[in-house]
């Protein structure tokens, strides 16, 4: 079983930045697509970003975050980024980490936007 555990939410000003990290707990993570749903309060969980396993892939985003946005993994860290740039108050979510090692999500980090 994989566990995922995120780090780096908080509260940051519009136009700000943020680096969001998920560590897997599993060696096989290299193997696996990695993503980053979001959900803000009253709506669906919707895809923010999405990596495949190897570098032939290229990432997937959602239309709301291309540009502000970039996802990356370091397979030897078991780790998967979120890198947030020019962040809106419509970015304000529970950012969760999915793996599709058993679709295993992890326990989510707030992301706040206000001024």
């Known amino acids: 079983q994989v566990h995922l555990v995120e780090s780096g939410g908080g509260l940051v000003k519009p136009g700000g930045s943020l680096r969001l990290s998920c560590v897997a707990s599993r060696t096989v993570f290299s193997s696996y697509l990695m993503g980053w749903y979001r959900q803000a309060p009253g709506k669906e969980r919707e895809l923010v970003a999405q990596i495949g396993s190897t570098s032939s892939s290229p990432p997937i985003y959602a239309d709301s975050v291309k540009g502000r946005f970039t996802i990356s993994r370091d397979n030897a860290k078991n780790t998967v980024y979120l890198q947030m740039n020019s962040l809106k108050p419509e970015d304000t979510a529970v950012y969760y980490c999915?793996?599709?090692?058993?679709?295993?999500w992890g326990q989510g980090t707030q992301v706040t936007v206000s001024s």
């Open positions: 999915w793996s599709g090692a058993g679709n295993v």
